[in-house]
């Protein structure tokens, strides 16, 4: 991790240094010149930990938090399990945009993520968004956390990114510092990253890059005459994009083909019911999402247990 108050102090001295010599070795600096130096020395060591004006975004609809688990950071510091008189831990929620967006070389966008403060310490300025590794995409290497987290809500934290300017792809890692100077991400020491893909080509590939479902059951507990389970989708492309889909299901009654539309790169969630009465079949049962165009996909099978005889 970067020693900031240690850059700080070389790079102030190395400003005074560089305005002496400037001005020969026979004269000291006039005043003027000195003030100018140290100036501009304090807006340098300010943007290093520099807030970016961050406007209230939307962020993109939830995602799993598994999604990060993996490709985690090499360096990544010892996960923290407790604080002075309190510990800290994160969950991600939400992220915006998702992974592998399509960008342009030298774009510049906003990547946020939403983060659920799951310890018992309340975030507040002396909290940082930190740099781990990987790429840096034109960031700052630290940002104080914008505004306060109590514990058990979830926050926005937004910066603002370049893409570089060559083709392939690009990930950032982060975690939050401490103000006791320890070092924390998503389901302990996970940084959370933002990732993207630089594509120069006149006709970018836009796609679906994912199909996440999750399940809910009404009532949630019991066995009445009828049982309504309702399976969501949430679809996940990588910019731009519109398709024709349907749902298929293991007792042939599919939706009709209707059409979605991305603007830009995001998170879509769609859903559909399955009711199952009292002494229907227990045996399991599946959905699915099936593309038909522009070109034909077929996602995973989405398989649920009928607990009820």
């Known amino acids: 991790m970067f020693d900031l108050h240690k850059y700080k102090f070389i790079f102030a001295f190395s400003a005074l240094a560089l305005l002496s010599s400037a001005c020969g070795s026979s004269a000291p600096p006039k005043q003027d010149q000195i003030s100018t130096a140290v100036a501009q020395t304090v807006q340098a060591q300010n943007s290093l930990t520099e807030v970016v004006n961050i406007p209230t975004l939307t962020p993109a609809l939830p995602v799993e938090?598994?999604?990060?688990?993996?490709?985690?950071?090499?360096?990544?510091?010892?996960?923290?399990?407790?604080?002075?008189?309190?510990?800290?831990?994160?969950?991600?929620?939400?992220?915006?945009?998702?992974?592998?967006?399509?960008?342009?070389?030298g774009e510049y966008f906003w990547k946020t993520w939403s983060l659920e403060n799951t310890g018992t310490c309340r975030w507040d300025s002396t909290y940082k968004l930190i740099f781990s590794s990987g790429d840096l995409m034109d960031g700052l290497i630290a940002y104080p956390l914008p505004e306060p987290v109590?514990?058990?809500?979830?926050?926005?934290?937004?910066?603002?990114?370049?893409?570089?300017?060559?083709?392939?792809?690009?990930?950032?890692?982060?975690?939050?510092?401490?103000?006791?100077?320890?070092?924390?991400?998503?389901?302990?020491?996970?940084?959370?990253y933002a990732q993207i893909v630089v594509t120069n080509a006149k006709k970018p590939g836009y796609g679906i890059t994912s199909v996440a479902y999750a399940l809910s059951r009404d009532?949630?507990?019991?066995?009445?005459?009828?049982?309504?389970?309702?399976?969501?989708?949430?679809?996940?492309?990588?910019?731009?994009?519109?398709?024709?889909?349907?749902?298929?299901?293991?007792?042939?009654n599919h939706s009709g083909v209707k059409l979605m539309k991305f603007t830009e790169a995001g998170?879509?969630?769609?859903?559909?019911?399955?009711?199952?009465?009292?002494?229907?079949?227990?045996?399991?049962?599946?959905?699915?999402?099936?593309?038909?165009?522009?070109?034909?996909?077929?996602?995973?099978?989405?398989?649920?247990?009928?607990?009820?005889p």
């Open 267 to 308: 998170s879509q969630t769609i859903s559909r019911m399955w009711m199952v009465g009292r002494g229907d079949s227990p045996n399991p049962r599946w959905m699915q999402i099936i593309v038909t165009g522009p070109d034909h996909q077929e996602f995973d099978r989405f398989v649920f247990e009928n607990n009820c």
């Open 150 to 192: 109590a514990p058990g809500e979830t926050k926005d934290i937004s910066i603002y990114l370049r893409a570089p300017a060559a083709e392939g792809t690009y990930t950032g890692y982060w975690l939050i510092q401490t103000p006791w100077n320890a070092y924390f991400g998503i389901n302990g020491d996970n940084p959370f």
């Open 65 to 105: 938090t598994a999604a990060h688990a993996d490709g985690a950071a090499t360096d990544t510091p010892a996960p923290v399990v407790g604080a002075p008189g309190c510990t800290v831990a994160a969950v991600l929620t939400a992220e915006s945009p998702p992974d592998y967006t399509l960008l342009k070389p």
């Open 219 to 252: 009532p949630k507990e019991g066995c009445p005459v009828n049982v309504r389970y309702t399976v969501y989708a949430t679809i996940t492309t990588n910019g731009p994009y519109e398709f024709d889909y349907y749902w298929d299901q293991k007792d042939g």
